[in-house]
């Protein structure tokens, strides 16, 4: 069965604070990988996206991720958080063909204590 | 930036009534989409429409629940008799075929009382 997993479902860290994410996913066959973030009240904004080539992504605000297909897993980074970065962030998977439906992660709500 | 909207932000209805939440997708987008997210919940996909029709639709998507674009730019989600299990953040997305990437309305929050 498709299926995403994000491990952190809630996370504290202090401003400054190097932060990562994790996803893994079983989907068969090529994927699209996506995170967003939804800040509070607000909708879902994409971050970043990878379709093919270089695994290494970067997206807005500072953050990157990056594709690693032996482990099925798109871990999203940050290197210093900041209190803005408070937030759900959701990791999702998409097939390359047929309807593109997004099977969804769980979610992982960051708190960035200032 | 063009954008996804739905309306109304928030819909209070009693159970076994009827709603229909309301999207405008991205007028030059061909794929449009209904998710849900019961609180504390993940998102989940609902159903996709392209071409004037259903393309694909979940479990969750039983005969209670309908879809429609009734004109060029509204795509609608109707609830023939809401439950109480109904109450979740409903949530329209567009794209453009082969961009993969869906743009996401702010969300109609149903509560079912």
């Known amino acids: 069965a498709q299926s995403v997993s994000q491990h952190n479902h809630h996370v504290i860290l202090s401003e400054a604070a190097s932060l990562e994410l994790g996803c893994n996913y079983s989907y068969g066959g090529t994927v699209n990988l996506f995170w967003y973030v939804q800040y509070p009240g607000q909708h879902l904004q994409l971050l970043l996206k990878?379709?093919?080539?270089?695994?290494l992504v970067k997206g807005i605000k500072g953050f990157e991720a990056e594709f690693i297909k032996s482990k099925f897993s798109f871990n999203l980074r940050k290197p210093s958080v900041q209190w803005s970065d408070t937030a759900e962030y959701f990791c999702?998977?998409?097939?390359?063909?047929?309807?593109?439906?997004?099977?969804f992660g769980t979610g992982t709500r960051l708190k960035v204590l200032a | 930036e063009p954008e996804v909207t739905q309306t109304p932000s928030h819909q209070v209805t009693q159970m076994g009534q009827e709603v229909i939440l309301r999207c405008v997708p991205i007028?030059?987008?061909?794929?449009f989409y209904w998710y849900r997210q019961i609180l504390g919940q993940k998102v989940e996909f609902l159903v996709s429409?392209?071409?004037?029709?259903?393309?694909?639709k979940s479990e969750i998507f039983d005969d209670q629940f309908s879809v429609e674009r009734p004109d060029g730019s509204n795509f609608t989600l109707k609830i023939r008799s809401t439950k109480l299990e109904d109450s979740a953040m409903y949530f329209c997305?567009?794209?453009?075929?082969?961009?993969?990437?869906?743009?996401f309305g702010p969300g109609t929050r149903l509560t079912v009382t």
């Open positions: 007028s030059n987008h061909l794929y």
């Open positions: 999702a998977v998409s097939s390359t063909s047929g309807t593109y439906k997004y099977i």
């Open positions: 429409f392209y071409n004037n029709e259903i393309s694909e």
């Open positions: 990878y379709f093919s080539g270089d695994p």
């Open positions: 997305a567009s794209t453009l075929p082969g961009t993969y990437e869906q743009y």
